[in-house]
């Protein structure tokens, strides 16, 4: 119940079983397993303590219907005792839930006079304290009220719309006005974290001394209670990199709220208008067609109120004269649509057509594609010195050279299975190139070896290819 009523202050709602199984586990007993995590859960909930709901997502399976998965969430009474157990260990009293404006700005100005005495003026310090503890109580209350599962079945009800604009309101009113207190809220608790807390913890000691009581607190513990409260207001307004600030938190559950709110609004407002009775539409239109004596004005009556019958769409994929979208449809010109034979057995027909043989043009190909064939075979034999190349000799490869030269090593690799090519380390094949002639190449898996090129350096394996021209 304490792990329930500490997610109800964080603003977190429901839990579910994985995490609360993970959590007795962390903190009690490694042994607290699946069977003892449902009879205390059931037995929470028919004490009243806690109230179940069950989700249903994308069930998939039979198996997964039957294990059905709940969400658990502390009840208001549940709330109460722990709150009151809570007033007890810390002395605190419990406040009505609400979203107040002016709370956050007490203790803006608050903090503000604090830091501007950099710490000294440690008189504001209790003040802080008080509206910091009223900020977090009332609007973690008032956030679980309204996300609890008693509210959330009240406005699905129709009843529910006579509050919706009081309650729209005042959830928009608190974000417009608190959102933009949020820079502010951050400065001051990020310049909090420079102020020296020994004054303050001198000055809060005194106050424990003045008072006389067998179970006071000692200088030790006033300091990690400062401490605590320092992080405490940083985490609350910055947040820390775990996890989002509760600010953030708030803003994002009110605005949630207002989502939900209004789309049951507009569902609502939807089934009212589907329901409506349509009969005085009905007789005044009537009356217009009655009133009309020209067939041709009532055709025209008739397509502007109920639409055309029978309307036939096409889509014209040519393209318009249109150079941007704000163009005006009717200022254009209509584009062509060609329309073919339509019916199962009409196809569209083909007409024969002649294949002119161009045979000057075919020279010309060739004899470009011989051209650039001696080209390239002369730029890879100006690398064979007495038809053998050795990679590691080479000064300067150019580019179309080194895409062929790679082409060649790597048919010869794939000529070795996979595993052969791990273990053994030199590779030996024949290959046909596409100049017309053939080449041995050496692989040498254990040398590396790098080539300059015209746009960086090649690693490889040590590589030398001895050429056989036919």
């Known amino acids: 119940m304490r792990y329930f009523y500490k997610r109800h202050r964080q603003m977190q709602g429901a839990s579910y079983r994985p995490e609360l199984i993970q959590m007795m586990q962390e903190n009690f007993s490694l ?12 037995s929470l909930v028919i004490w009243g303590n806690l109230q179940k709901q069950q989700e249903f997502f994308q069930i998939r399976s039979i198996e997964e219907y039957r294990n059905k998965n709940f969400r658990y969430q502390i009840t208001e009474e549940g709330v109460l005792v722990e709150e009151m157990v ?27 006079v604090f830091i501007d005495s950099n710490g000294v003026n440690c008189t504001v310090w209790p003040s802080i304290r008080e509206a910091f503890r009223k900020v977090g109580a009332d609007t973690a209350n008032y956030i679980g009220y309204i996300t609890s599962p008693e509210v959330d079945s009240r406005m699905k009800t129709e009843a529910f719309l006579v509050y919706k604009d009081r309650f729209v309101n005042y959830l928009r009113n608190f974000i417009s006005h608190v959102q933009s207190l949020s820079y502010n809220f951050q400065s001051l608790v990020t310049a909090l974290e420079t102020i020296v807390q020994t004054p303050l913890v001198g000055w809060l000691y005194q106050k424990e001394l003045e008072i006389p009581t067998f179970d006071g607190m000692n200088q030790a513990e006033v300091a990690e209670q400062v401490a605590g409260e320092f992080l405490a207001l940083k985490n609350w307004f910055a947040g820390s990199s775990e996890r989002p600030s509760e600010y953030d938190n708030l803003m994002y559950q009110t605005d949630q709220m207002i989502a939900k709110i209004t789309g049951l609004i507009y569902y609502y407002g939807q089934e009212v208008h589907q329901y409506q009775s349509r009969k005085k539409d009905y007789l005044q239109l009537a ?44 200022s254009l010109e209509p584009a062509t649509l060609l329309l073919g034979p339509r019916g199962q057995r009409r196809r569209a027909k083909s007409e024969e057509k002649r294949i002119i043989i161009d045979h000057e043009r075919q020279l010309t190909k060739m004899q470009e594609y011989q051209m650039k064939l001696a080209e390239e075979q002369q730029k890879i034999g100006q690398y064979f010195e007495n038809d053998r190349l050795d990679f590691s000799q080479i000064k300067q490869l150019d580019r179309t050279s080194r895409q062929v030269f790679l082409k060649w090593i790597s048919k010869a690799m794939a000529l070795q299975l996979p595993s052969q090519v791990k273990e053994q380390t030199v590779i030996e094949h024949k290959i046909m190139t596409e100049l017309d002639f053939e080449v041995m190449i050496h692989i040498d898996m254990a040398i590396r070896i790098q080539v300059s090129c015209e746009d960086g350096l090649l690693e490889l394996p040590q590589v030398i290819m001895e050429r056989k021209i036919r």
Do not use: C, P
């Not at 042994?31 to 059931?42: A, C, P, R, S």
């Open 31 to 42: 042994e607290y397993g699946e069977i003892e995590m449902d009879q205390d859960l059931e």
């Open 86 to 112: 809570y007033q007890l260990l810390n002395q605190k009293h419990a406040a009505r839930g609400a979203l107040d404006e002016e709370v956050f700005r007490e203790l803006l100005e608050l903090l503000q």
């Open 287 to 330: 009356k217009w067609f009655g009133q009309t004596n020209q067939l041709e004005q009532a055709k025209k009556m008739y397509a502007g109120i109920f639409g055309l019958d029978h309307t036939r769409h096409f889509f014209v994929s040519e393209a318009s004269q249109a150079t941007n979208n704000r163009s005006e449809s009717w």
